[in-house]
């Protein structure tokens, strides 16, 4: 990463890693043919995309972002003839755990060491309330066994943290068992489930904190329009607030309220944001959003905004890191059992680059400063080496980033199109 650089011109970054996953989910149960465009060919969505093949589904696809899915219904999957391996995605684990556990089909589903150390314990207790049987490894952690079991039962499930995996894991076994299944939130976080399951024309009913739905529904096939992902917009947006003289347009930008909080926190830094074009497309809500460089505060991160910014905090750092003064963050234990302990390995990161950074069990302290050059471990972690790249806007001296093939988990095309809007950029 050379140092220095300006953003500009507009990007469209690829789509949304959490729709790409629901899409095939559900049109592979939906009766009919259901067609996805601008679905994100990344290793994690693929990863989803390749299982459900493995147990039967025609996937036609993707092709220039484009997968048609010939839906088997309800209860139309095969049991796979070797175990799922769901590579680096999380999303893919939690997800599949809920909606296989009422398949009456045995399975076992697998990822990398990354993913193996990740916790499933929380999706595998509400489950096993149900009724699944899941055999995981010692201490909770995956290959994950589901048992061909007897039929489910709903529960009133109260979530003991913010997780939209686990939430969406809970209804969609739901989906198969006998009565209500209702999730009651602590604070909101992403509903892209529950939007796409009224999409397919199931009835999901919420109640301020609280959704629940039916058993023994039928979804029906649709047309799937996916947004930008704002989770790899983040990189630019910040890129464009810390750099001097830059300005960019992000197009087709999803900004489901459960999602915006980086634009949010961005905003109470000081950041210059505007959202065009604002308009709603298959229940998303999308946006142009534009960014221009501004000087950046310091704050205190409010703690309502840390579920709608999980995702994005490693980018948030970097922002912190070129404010003036300090920002703390607070009530983000999550963030340590993403694909990296994503405090400690970004305050390590701004370390090496002479930035201070105290880390607290559910948070950091940041004080913004002079980010130098030095060699940063990303620990395979795709949100890290990018958020990182982007700092070499504001850096003094070059930044080398190792151990970034997982960049393409989430973001296929970064370095092309970093390099495209003004980044210094260039793999080894």
Do not use: W
């Not at 999380?90 to 990740?118: I, K, P």
């Not at 559910?362 to 700092?391: C, K, N, P, V, W």
């Amino acid at each position: 990463m050379k140092p220095g650089g300006r953003l500009s011109g507009s990007l469209r970054v690829p789509g949304d890693k959490s729709i790409s996953h629901r899409s095939v989910m559900l049109g592979s149960l939906a009766d009919g043919i259901t067609v996805v465009n601008g679905f994100l060919e990344g290793e994690d969505s693929l990863a989803t995309l390749n299982a459900f093949r493995q147990m039967g589904v025609v996937i036609e696809g993707p092709t220039a972002g484009r997968v048609t899915i010939h839906g088997v219904g309800m209860q139309g999957l095969q049991a796979p003839a070797a175990p799922l391996d769901l590579g680096n995605s999380g999303t893919s684990m939690r997800l599949l755990s809920g909606l296989l556990a009422g398949q009456g089909v045995a399975v076992t589903l697998t990822g990398d060491s990354s993913l193996s150390g990740r916790p499933m314990k929380r999706v595998i207790d509400p489950l096993a309330r149900m009724g699944a049987e899941i055999a995981s490894a010692e201490g909770g952690t995956s290959p994950l066994t589901i048992a061909a079991n007897a039929p489910l039962k709903g529960i009133d499930y109260r979530l003991p943290m913010a997780s939209a995996q686990v939430k969406s894991a809970v209804l969609l076994a739901g989906l198969y068992a006998e009565g209500e299944t209702c999730v009651t939130e602590p604070a909101p976080t992403r509903d892209h489930t529950e939007r796409m399951l009224q999409g397919f024309g199931y009835r999901v009913r919420r109640n301020g904190d609280r959704v629940c739905l039916d058993g023994g529904g039928r979804l029906q096939a649709c047309e799937i329009d996916v947004p930008a992902d704002i989770s790899s917009a983040a990189f630019f947006l910040v890129g464009a607030c810390i750099a001097e003289a830059s300005e960019i347009v992000l197009e087709h930008v999803g900004v489901n309220p459960t999602r915006d909080g980086i634009i949010a926190i961005l905003r109470l830094m000081g950041a210059d944001i505007e959202r065009l074009r604002e308009r709603v497309i298959g229940g998303e809500p999308v946006a142009d959003i534009r960014v221009r460089s501004a000087p950046l505060h310091g704050i205190e991160i409010p703690r309502s905004l840390v579920p709608l910014a999980i995702d994005e905090f490693p980018a948030l750092f970097i922002a912190a890191a070129c404010a003036e003064g300090e920002t703390r963050l607070s009530g983000a234990e999550e963030l340590r059992v993403k694909e990296s302990d994503r405090i400690q390995v970004m305050a390590d990161g701004l370390g090496c680059l002479g930035i201070r950074a105290e880390p607290a069990p559910d948070g950091i302290l940041i004080r913004g400063g002079t980010i130098g050059g030095g060699q940063i471990e990303s620990h395979g972690d795709h949100r890290i080496a990018m958020s990182f790249a982007i700092a070499a806007l504001r850096a003094s001296a070059s930044i080398e980033i190792i151990d970034c093939a997982n960049v393409n988990t989430s973001f296929p095309g970064f370095v092309a199109l970093a390099a495209e809007a003004g980044l210094g950029i260039s793999e080894i």
